[in-house]
């Protein structure tokens, strides 16, 4: 079967199907204006505190001192003590771009109670044993940086290198101090809550022979450099995902684009009208490929309108539409409407009957969601993982704590979904009369 | 194109029903044939069987010498009426065709002549949510004119219709076999066929019980009894005894005559001198002539069992 073997018909007599139906067209604004109106209260109603803890009164100690750094260069220190109340707590150098705390970083650090480690993104590499007092050095060479360990100052062990891509052009680079929050999670039905401690105020950490290459333009304190606070480095398992957040209301605007998908084909089985439309093209598995193609496109496009509108109204802290992650939440919830569409049009041809199959679909999509919320952690990620409520794993742009499968992955489980429902609708078609 | 039906040992079973049951018919050109049995008798599967819409048990039904499903613009080779409700209220009239049309590469113009073809031009943008049955029917057979194909099938055409409605029917199906059509009518009111249809094919229970002209059908049922009017009833039935008829006497001063034309009738009653006020020949109705052919295959079925 080629391309132009009728197919371009069907295409044309199932676009002219949907288009001319009033009533589908609402449904499918009232998906994108749902979403947009539960992203807009979402925002209003944003409980949003910043990360890293309150900022330190003027005059007392600051848990950074930082200067910046051309692409190549070295900052070099030396850690003269740590007093602190808990193992990870610790203080060392970082390179950095941005203050955001999953921004791209290297660090080398000592730490109270598990020697010296480095650390990159959600990676944190062992790299010596003991601790306080020690010299430490970051080396960087463009996108690659590269951490030695010293106990004299004169000769230094290569402890590690990390090339991470975000690093480009001047980034800031000095001397941290930095101990985990205390978080607490709470999860019930619908929600989540986490309260996280900023701990470690009693953190306490001294440096001295701060230096750097080439010289920064605002010299070093000269002396011991006091810094202190709590607040941790690195990403923030427990963060919240605001990119997810401003488009959490396709979880309800989902609900319109699975009654159109279900209706487009439930409603021909009401009338006797699929009778119609297999007298005009009695090869039915193209009919129902000719309608997913049509029925998806336009879901997807509205998917898309819902993602960036969701994103423009959503306020809060949101990234920028240059972030990777974020445009691939924004592209990946056009795709999410588009293959949802493929599912539900799946079920409602297999089912035939318009209020149980946009039953069916929307248990399937939505209820996981929900559940999972109630269930411990470990149990919410397989519900994640294995229900066709993966799908919106898409819109995720941070790794946390309750993440169950990565964005595309989670998409890749509800195509397969689709597949089957369709494949099963397909095979139906063709075993049953009219 | 052939413009015919052909319908070979088709065979249907649900469950435990034998719905339709060895059928073989043809349906020629030029030609409106009734499809005519009660209700239940089979018909409307048999037609979804010819549209490829059920599969047959056994047998096969090719449309101008092919299998439905194997048409690749089916609606330029078969039009169909199966059910006039098969429409989406919401969508407009106009709307319902143009989608048909897409779908076989129909170009646009054909459904502006359809709908004028029908007289719906006027209500080509209301939606069909609105339509009256008649409206419906209308809609219905502009579908099935869509592809100018040279087959049309119609189930239960006139169902529901105002007389004017139904006498417009009959012109159209008149027409469209003058132009040359095969056209399948089914009914299961022989007497909504009468005056259009030329052939019947009559089934009853899934059976095939009659494949016949209607001219023939009908000069078989009316056989050639004559109906006579008199005051003299006694010495009429001696008359026509004597002259070889059959008489039976009918209500006040009626006689039924068999066995002798009415010609011969008059001759034999002038030449006794016996006085007659009235003389018709009696004609069969279609439907008379179906009651008494389902009757014998009722009958026979009884003395078969």
């Known amino acids: 079967m080629t391309g132009d073997d009728g197919f371009a018909r069907l295409l044309r007599a199932e676009w002219t199907k949907l288009r001319t139906v009033p009533r589908w067209g609402l449904t499918l604004l009232a998906a994108v204006a749902l979403t947009l109106l539960i992203a807009v209260l979402s925002a209003s109603g944003d409980m949003h505190k910043g990360g890293g803890g309150p900022e330190a009164p003027p005059g007392a100690p600051r848990k950074f001192e930082l200067r910046d750094l051309p692409a190549g260069g070295t900052v070099t220190a030396r850690v003269a003590a740590l007093t602190a109340d808990r193992a990870w707590a610790k203080a060392g150098l970082i390179v950095r771009r941005g203050d955001q705390r999953h921004g791209p970083h290297v660090a080398i650090m000592v730490t109270q109670g598990h020697g010296v480690r480095m650390q990159s993104g959600g990676e944190n590499r062992a790299a010596g044993s003991g601790g306080a007092p020690r010299w430490l050095r970051l080396t960087r060479a463009g996108t690659t940086v590269t951490g030695y360990v010293s106990a004299d100052g004169r000769t230094w062990q290569r402890a590690g290198r990390f090339t991470v891509g975000g690093l480009t052009g001047t980034v800031q680079a000095g001397l941290f101090v930095a101990s985990p929050d205390d978080v607490k999670v709470v999860r019930q039905f619908g929600g989540e809550s986490i309260s996280g401690q900023p701990t470690g105020d009693g953190n306490r950490a001294f440096f001295d022979n701060a230096a750097m290459t080439p010289a920064p333009a605002a010299p070093w304190p000269a002396g011991r450099i006091e810094l202190a606070g709590g607040g941790d480095i690195g990403p923030d398992r427990f963060a919240g995902d605001e990119t997810r957040r401003a488009l959490s209301g396709t979880l309800i605007g989902q609900a319109a684009i699975i009654a159109l998908a279900v209706l487009f084909v439930s409603a021909e089985y009401r009338r006797g009208m699929i009778r119609t439309t297999f007298l005009a093209s009695p090869r039915r598995g193209r009919v129902l490929a000719a309608k997913a193609v049509v029925l998806g496109a336009v879901a997807a496009a509205a998917g898309l309108a819902a993602g960036f509108g969701s994103f423009l109204l959503g306020g809060g802290n949101l990234p920028p539409l240059s972030d990777g992650a974020a445009l691939r939440a924004l592209l990946g919830t056009g795709l999410l409407f588009g293959v949802i569409a493929l599912f539900a049009l799946g079920i409602g041809a297999l089912v035939r009957h318009g209020a149980a199959a946009i039953t069916i679909a929307l248990v399937l999509l939505l209820a996981p969601y929900i559940v999972a919320t109630g269930l411990p952690v470990s149990a919410a990620v397989w519900l994640g993982r294995l229900t066709p409520a993966a799908g919106f794993a898409v819109q995720q742009t941070i790794e946390r704590y309750d993440t169950a499968i990565g964005p595309w992955a989670g998409l890749g489980v509800l195509c397969c979904y689709a597949a089957a429902a369709l494949g099963a609708a397909a095979w139906r078609l063709r075993a049953t009369d009219a | 194109m052939e413009a015919s039906i052909e319908v070979r040992g088709l065979r249907k079973r649900y469950g435990p029903a034998l719905a339709v049951d060895d059928l073989t018919f043809t349906v020629r050109p030029g ?275």
Not at chain 2, 98 to 107: E, F, I, R, Y
Not at chain 2, 119 to 131: C, I
Not at chain 2, 228 to 247: F, H, K, Y
């Open chain 2, 31 to 305: 030609q409106v044939t009734g499809f005519v049995g009660p209700n239940g008798a089979g018909k409307s599967t048999t037609m979804r069987m010819i549209l490829g819409l059920d599969r047959p048990d056994a047998g096969t039904a090719l449309v101008g010498g092919r299998p439905y499903r194997t048409l690749r613009t089916p609606l330029c080779a078969v039009g169909a009426m199966l059910d006039a409700s098969a429409v989406h209220p919401g969508r407009k009239a106009r709307d319902h065709l143009l989608w048909l049309a897409h779908s076989n590469g129909l170009p646009v113009r054909r459904v502006d002549e359809v709908l004028a073809a029908v007289g719906l031009e006027s209500a080509a943008r209301r939606r069909a949510g609105g339509f009256s049955l008649g409206m419906r029917q209308r809609l219905g057979i502009a579908a099935a004119l869509l592809g100018d194909p040279p087959v049309l099938m119609f189930d239960e055409p006139v169902n529901g219709l105002d007389p004017e409605g139904i006498a417009w029917i009959r012109g159209l199906l008149r027409s469209l076999a003058g132009e040359g059509r095969a056209v399948l009518v089914s009914s299961h009111l022989m007497g909504e066929l009468e005056g259009s249809a030329d052939h019947l094919v009559v089934i009853g229970r899934g059976r095939l019980i009659a494949d016949t002209g209607v001219r023939e059908l009908l000069a078989a049922a009316s056989g050639d009894r004559v109906e006579l009017r008199t005051g003299r009833r006694g010495e009429a039935m001696t008359v026509l005894s004597r002259a070889g008829a059959t008489v039976s006497a009918g209500a006040r001063d009626t006689l039924t005559v068999a066995g002798l034309s009415a010609e011969r009738i008059i001759a034999a009653l002038t030449g006794a001198g016996v006085e007659f006020s009235g003389i018709t020949e009696h004609r069969a109705t279609l439907e008379e002539a179906y009651m008494e052919l389902t009757r014998d295959a009722v009958e026979h079925r009884a003395e078969a069992s």
